[in-house]
């Protein structure tokens, strides 16, 4: 890099080049195409950093083109690439529905994390994943405190002060229906992995919200608005004593 124009700015100038260049001002969304799972775990290493169809065009190209550069501008470029940008890993759309499909997704951020490097993972600051529905009616705690404990521990790859959220969608049909609301009650919540507690206050004020909105569009009586209140806290609190399950 010693005869490069770039290195002729200063480091705050190309710092600047840096930001400019390879951070996005919406996540970038790490999706595995249909039929890769685990099994070809190469497979799915490379569609998720350099498959266009996959990831931001643009970032793949930078993420290949960075193995070629010289070895200060990879350092001092890298952690804009990992630190400044925000992930987001999604299930296929086309992906097969089966009893272990939220552990495959966990599974594509344990490849995700292993293929960029400890290093570079060190860097992440922000990575959610979305893992999809759950039926409380016939929900697996035993999974879900499989998949709990594998995304606490694979946080511990991210930066020291770096969030990995889940997002779940919860599902029940166990109520019955509600004014301008058909159907089964759902959910869904960005929730931090780590403190449960933190989870469920977020599961309290979302289901306030919702519970309330919905008593306003449907200009619902004192009657009927107290039913509402009263299921929402309901779903609520299987919500959360399935949270309680997960992360015990």
């Not at 806290?233 to 309680?244: M, P």
């Amino acid at each position: 890099m010693e005869t490069s124009p770039l290195n002729k700015l200063s480091r705050e100038m190309r710092d600047r080049i840096y930001e400019l260049t390879l951070t996005r001002p919406s996540p970038v969304v790490i999706q595995p195409l249909a039929g890769n799972t685990m099994e070809y775990g190469h497979t799915v290493t490379k569609i998720i950093l350099y498959c266009p169809t996959v990831v931001d065009e643009a970032l793949a190209v930078t993420l290949t083109a960075l193995r070629s550069t010289c070895t200060q501008t990879r350092d001092e470029a890298t952690p804009f690439v990992f630190g400044s940008n925000a992930f987001e890993i999604r299930r296929s759309v086309d992906w097969d529905e089966d009893d272990s499909e939220e552990l495959e997704i966990v599974g594509i951020v344990r490849v995700f994390l292993s293929s960029i490097g400890e290093k570079n993972a060190a860097h992440i600051k922000n990575l959610s994943i979305d893992l999809g529905v759950f039926y409380l009616e016939d929900l697996n705690t035993v999974e879900m405190s499989k998949i709990w404990k594998t995304l606490e521990s694979l946080k511990t790859y991210l930066h020291r002060n770096g969030t990995l959220k889940a997002k779940l969608k919860f599902d029940c049909m166990d109520f019955d229906p509600l004014p301008g609301h058909d159907g089964s009650l759902t959910a869904t919540f960005d929730l931090e992995v780590g403190d449960v507690d933190d989870a469920v206050h977020e599961v309290e004020a979302v289901l306030t919200r919702e519970a309330e909105t919905l008593i306003t569009n449907t200009a619902a009586d004192a009657v009927v608005s107290a039913d509402i209140r009263q299921t929402f806290q309901q779903f609520g609190r299987s919500i959360e004593d399935a949270l309680q399950q997960m992360a015990g």
